[in-house]
């Protein structure tokens, strides 16, 4: 069976800091992977996608990035923290192709509080 | 575009009340809709889909019921537990890239005993 797991599961930053977070994927090979922030009391905001290695598309212009180094390892990382970033980081994946029948699947989740 | 609009929380209720959590959408083509629900401090989990129009979807008592006419996927319980609170989140994929769902903005569900 497939599993998703993310770290750390808390992270508390200063301001200016910079940010790496991890998501591994076990049980599947060349999965969709995403990466959402879910800020306080609000919705699911996509922040970026990748269809493969290497291929990243960003949905939302910001100071956060992310890399596919491995099949099934999403990073999302930051050179330097806003208060704003704070949230609660969701990674997700979904099998892979074409098909929008197809749900996804959630991590944990990572809560980052920048101070 | 696309989107996913759910009614406004939060909603409390009474256990053993019935549920209704309310969800239209807008998409071009003919997408999928999907119920999660995320328990608090953790992510979200799937609670059920509908992938064509008519279809009902269901799981652990929750149903929904794909109805293309009024472009609605509301999530009904007959009788909610306290164990059911929750944020619920309506969503949709109709792209046919990378599936990417769209989300509502989530309805905050809390059951009193």
């Known amino acids: 069976s497939q599993t998703i797991h993310q770290w750390p599961a808390t992270l508390v930053q200063p301001v200016g800091s910079p940010l790496s977070l991890e998501c591994t994927v076990e049980?599947?090979?060349?999965?969709?992977l995403y990466w959402y922030r879910q800020a306080a009391g609000r919705g699911l905001q996509l922040l970026f996608y990748?269809?493969?290695?290497?291929?990243i598309s960003s949905e939302v212009p910001q100071n956060l990035s992310a890399s596919r180094p491995q099949d099934r390892q999403f990073i999302l990382s930051s050179k330097k923290l806003l208060l704003s970033d704070s949230g609660f980081y969701l990674c997700?994946?979904?099998?892979?192709?074409?098909?929008?029948?197809?749900?996804?699947?959630f991590g944990p989740g990572t809560r980052l509080t920048v101070l | 575009g696309n989107s996913v609009t759910q009614m406004e929380g939060p909603v409390t209720l009474s256990e053993e009340a019935f549920l209704t959590i309310n969800c239209t959408y807008t998409?071009?083509?003919?997408?999928?809709l999907f119920w999660y629900v995320q328990y608090p401090g953790e992510g979200l989990q799937l609670l059920l889909k509908?992938?064509?129009?008519?279809d009902k979807g269901s799981n652990k008592g929750f149903e929904a019921t794909y109805r293309k006419e009024t472009t609605s996927f509301h999530l009904e319980k007959g009788s909610v537990q306290v164990s059911d609170s929750a944020v619920y989140f309506c969503?949709?994929?109709?792209?046919?890239?990378?599936?990417?769902?769209?989300f509502g903005q989530g309805t905050r569900l809390t059951i009193n005993p």
């Open positions: 049980g599947t090979s060349n999965p969709n």
């Open positions: 998409a071009t083509g003919y997408p999928s």
């Open positions: 997700a994946w979904s099998v892979p192709g074409m098909n929008r029948y197809n749900e996804q699947f």
């Open positions: 990748s269809v493969g290695i290497g291929q």
């Open positions: 509908a992938t064509k129009a008519d």
């Open positions: 969503a949709l994929n109709s792209a046919p890239g990378a599936q990417k769902l769209v």
